[in-house]
């Protein structure tokens, strides 16, 4: 029996088009999950549904797995099972000896370029810091606003209509310029003109 296995990783991405790539099979498994994730219910259940004699089409190796390990589970599952292994577009069939060979080959080569990708994720972000590049989501208030924000404060607005202003919340404006040391953001007149410094009782 032939058997097809296809996965996408986002939600949004259609799977019609990856299952078409197979070749006519009597039963597809197909589910939309990150590969990095190793519960998953479809290739379970393929995994489950295979038989010796079948063969399980697949159309890269990254569609069933994102690490060598991992592949060779899988390989040693259909192994024991004695289903063969066919990869479309990398030309695999583990039913031969080469095809074996350049199933484990190709494994390691995908781990390799996932070990490499994330050494210079991880240098791009020590780089960065060193170079006092912000990272993460972006203030809501610059510098620059603070700075208007403080000369307003000053002139007697009140925080509603400068949350309102800068399109933030009025703990947020407090916030930032508490992070900063200053002192109107303990002062500061709400809207009815009181201050909400910690003297006022």
Do not use: W
Request: aromatic share 4%; with cysteine; net charge positive.
């Amino acid at each position: 029996m032939r058997v097809g296995y296809a996965r996408v990783s986002a939600s949004d991405q259609n799977i019609t088009a990856q299952v078409l790539r197979l070749p006519a099979c009597d039963r597809v498994f197909s589910e939309k999950l990150s590969g990095r994730t190793m519960d998953r219910p479809a290739l379970r259940e393929c995994l489950a549904f295979v038989r010796e004699g079948d063969t399980l089409y697949v159309t890269r190796l990254d569609r069933l797995a994102r690490s060598l390990a991992d592949l060779c589970d899988i390989a040693a599952q259909l192994e024991r099972r004695r289903v063969a292994l066919v990869v479309v577009d990398q030309a695999i069939d583990t039913t031969t000896p080469t095809g074996m060979l350049l199933f484990h080959v190709l494994g390691a080569l995908a781990q390799f370029e996932v070990s490499i990708r994330r050494e210079q994720q991880q240098a791009g972000i020590a780089y960065a810091r060193e170079h006092g590049v912000h990272l993460g989501r972006r203030p809501s208030l610059t510098v620059e606003d603070l700075a208007d924000i403080r000369a307003a404060m000053a002139g007697g607005t009140t925080l509603d209509r400068l949350a309102a202003r800068y399109r933030c919340s009025e703990r947020t404006i407090k916030n930032h310029l508490r992070a900063v040391g200053d002192a109107a953001a303990r002062t500061a007149p709400d809207a009815s003109g009181s201050s909400t410094g910690e003297g006022s009782h």
